[in-house]
């Protein structure tokens, strides 16, 4: 099916924004435990048991979507008879659906185990759902725009053992099944043999995972280094209808400032040999990222970003409060970002005189004290529209 052009998505987008803002900040005000503490937090005698339930409201809209109703659910636990140092467990399910009729729902379990000996993370997730493509390389103009829905199948599996002292080796495999069910008539998309991919796709693959990890926390670090390093390989033997092999490196490092503040970098290189099929290509942008630009905005082979966030406290003196009751008026901090980064069709032709950047800033609302866990709300400016990302966690 051939879809409309709509040029109007971007310039409503912010629209949604607004109400997503509104609605969210109104139930945080008095102040997040009524909705984010449903569950117990309980202390056993052979270690800590910790259980907390967050659910989030989701609420947007687009000339694609119509009205956008959801919720995230957010489940953080320790099972009993762990040691405090285990790091706590996540289960989240974000789940949405438009008057449009299109669905989108997932569940990410990642679970630590042994004194974090041991991590599992699993990924399902199917969606039909609208979204945007500009196509291929780091020149692609806004009005390239054209929207496409495709109906999409996602599984990951990831498995990571601890091997020496903060060194994690582990396997993984990776499946996704998509298909294009609508798009813009005359545009690329709509182009037979254009665009890889641009009817559906089956990618299969399996992968080898090193990490290094000497973070304090993994969920909120104030000091340490992060450096994990994936090679994935996606062959026609091991069901994927593309054949290609990518390298993805991510690295963080964190700096607990002597006024107490927090200073973070990150740096993520993506390089891909071989015909991956345009949805698997390297994007550019999203929630954690170059936060300002559409996942998306830019993609191709490779690609290189950079970020620095620097992270303040408002209501206490550091960043850092592990106190098991924190008043609401010191649960608030603030960061600031910025970020660049571009795609090539090879990490050896990356442009750097037509680098792109990320900018904004982001409020925090500490929800759980000990564990360091905050709400975060970010305002990212980039290529389009002010983006806005409300999440459970840091962005990295």
């Known amino acids: 099916m051939v879809l409309g052009k709509s040029t109007s998505f971007l310039n409503l987008r912010i629209g949604g924004i607004i109400i997503l803002f509104s609605v969210q900040v109104s139930i945080a005000q008095n102040p997040l435990e009524h909705i984010v503490e449903g569950a117990d937090s ?40 762990m040691s405090s140092e285990t790091q706590l467990s996540s289960i989240r399910v974000p789940v949405s659906y438009t008057l449009n009729k299109q669905f989108k729902a997932k569940i990410d379990v990642t679970y630590y185990a042994n004194a974090n000996r041991h991590i599992f993370n699993t990924t399902l997730q199917w969606f039909n759902f609208p979204l945007l493509f500009y196509g291929i390389g780091n020149n692609t103009l806004g009005g390239d725009e054209e929207i ?15 091997v020496i002292p903060k060194f994690y080796a582990g396997l993984g495999y990776a499946y996704l099944k998509s298909d294009i069910v609508q798009f813009e008539e005359g545009g690329l998309l709509a182009q037979s043999g254009s665009i890889p991919g641009n009817t559906g796709s089956v990618t299969s693959g399996f992968n080898i995972n090193l990490r290094f990890d000497s973070r304090d926390n993994n969920l909120n670090a104030s000091s340490g280094l992060y450096a994990d390093v994936k090679l994935s390989n996606y062959e026609p033997w091991m069901g994927s209808e593309y054949d290609f092999t990518s390298f993805n490196l991510d690295i963080r490092k964190y700096f607990h400032l002597f006024n107490k503040h927090v200073l973070a970098f990150q740096m993520v290189l993506v390089n891909t040999w071989g015909e991956p099929s345009f949805e698997t290509m390297a994007l550019l942008g999203g929630k954690t990222i170059m936060r300002g630009h559409y996942e998306g905005r830019y993609r191709d082979n490779s690609l290189y970003a950079t970020q620095v966030e620097y992270r303040l406290p408002l209501g206490r003196s550091d960043w850092i409060d592990d106190r098991e009751k924190v008043p609401f008026k010191e649960r608030w901090g603030m960061v600031g970002f910025f970020g660049v980064g571009d795609v090539a069709s090879s990490f050896g032709k990356i442009e750097f005189n037509k680098i792109k950047s990320s900018v904004g800033f982001g ?8 564990e360091r866990i905050n709400v975060r ?8 529209n002010p983006g806005l990302y409300f999440n459970i966690r840091e962005a990295f």
């Not at 409020?363 to 000990?370: A, D, E, G, H, N």
């Open 42 to 81: 309980l202390k056993a005698i052979d270690g800590e048991y910790v259980k907390r339930l967050y659910i989030l409201p989701l609420i947007s809209a687009s000339p694609e979507t119509s009205l956008r109703l959801g919720a995230a659910g957010v489940f953080l636990f320790r099972r009993k008879g």
């Open 377 to 384: 709300i970010d305002f990212g400016f980039g290529t389009q």
């Open 148 to 162: 496409y829905t495709t109906q999409t199948l996602l599984a990951e599996f990831t498995y990571l053992k601890l």
């Open 363 to 370: 409020i925090r609302y500490l929800v759980l004290p000990k």
